[in-house]
């Protein structure tokens, strides 16, 4: 069982547990990318840290991701997007809004031009600062920067992964769809500072051991996602391995224990 120390939960948390919402708060449509990116040692994952004041698990290591916004599913973007007329599952909103949150987030756009090309980052195009901050400020939409820019999004190295669903005694919940994503080479993640207050690449087996220490907090499908990754030498390994694979809703369950509050999943895969 996967616990989160009493000390680590919002005042009264772990007693909301005890008298659970008669109806459960609705579970928002909303997707998560894990970036990834091939080094010397191994396959590296992108994890931002969430501001203390945020509204959703403040102060953790995340990937970048957010809700599904109305705009994301614009059929216009399936004419300006290569590799999503063939997925099945999930929605093609799901897949546009992980994009879309990756651009926003930290800069990189997994677009490509006419000949084949990555986008550039927000790091070193200003136009494309200029459309990500456009993008953040709900000035403008994807549909509007891909025809300015001449680009189509680009899912060919984007996997569907796993779906999680917030457990029923949380006040805020979200319906979450997680994709593996690659970063495009030569490309630099830059995470927004409205949102996040760093950025770092850690190897998936690095990155738990900092969370056992007690040095990189993190909720339990980030945990379980990098726990997925371990094996893999290569980012073309993690994404064949998931490509194509089942992916079961989790909806887990909290429970009081005596060090604070345990996150449980029934059935196949659990801890």
């Known amino acids: 069982m996967f616990v989160i120390p009493a000390h680590r939960l919002p005042p009264g948390f772990a007693e909301r547990l005890d008298q659970p919402p008669v109806e459960p708060a609705p579970a928002r449509p ?21 501001h203390r004041s945020s509204g959703f698990v403040p102060g953790a290591y995340v990937f970048p991701g957010g ?3 109305e705009a994301d599913a614009d059929p216009a973007i399936l004419e300006r997007a290569d590799g ?7 929605e ?14 930290t800069g990189v756009l997994l677009a490509k031009d006419a000949r084949g090309r990555p986008a550039p980052d927000a790091a070193s ?20 920067l891909l025809d ?16 999680w669903i917030t457990p029923v005694a949380e006040p805020r919940r979200y319906d979450t769809r997680f994709f593996l994503a690659r970063l495009p080479e030569g490309r630099e993640a830059r995470p927004d500072p409205r949102e996040m207050t760093e950025g770092i690449w850690l190897r998936p087996a690095d990155a738990l051991e900092r969370f056992r220490a007690g040095r990189l907090p993190m909720v339990f499908p980030t945990v ?11 980012v073309d ?17 909290l429970v009081r224990t005596a060090e604070g509050v345990g996150i449980v999943v029934d059935g196949e895969g659990a801890p």
């Open 92 to 105: 093609p909103a799901y897949w546009v809004a992980a994009v879309r949150e990756v651009f926003e987030e």
């Open 148 to 163: 300015a820019l001449e680009l189509r999004l680009d899912f060919g190295d984007v996997v569907y992964a796993a779906h």
């Open 30 to 50: 909303a997707a998560t990318a894990v970036l990834l990116r091939d080094s010397v040692s191994g396959p590296e994952v992108l994890l931002l840290q969430r």
């Open 125 to 144: 195009d200003p136009r494309i600062a200029e459309w990500r901050a456009a993008l953040l400020a709900e000035a403008a939409t994807m549909v509007e």
């Open 224 to 234: 379980s996602t990098l726990e997925s990754l371990i094996e893999f030498g290569a």
């Open 67 to 69: 809700r599904v916004d």
């Open 84 to 90: 999503l007329a063939a997925r099945r599952e999930p």
């Open 237 to 253: 390994e993690a994404l064949a391995s998931f490509r194509g694979r089942p992916v079961p809703p989790i909806l887990p369950r």
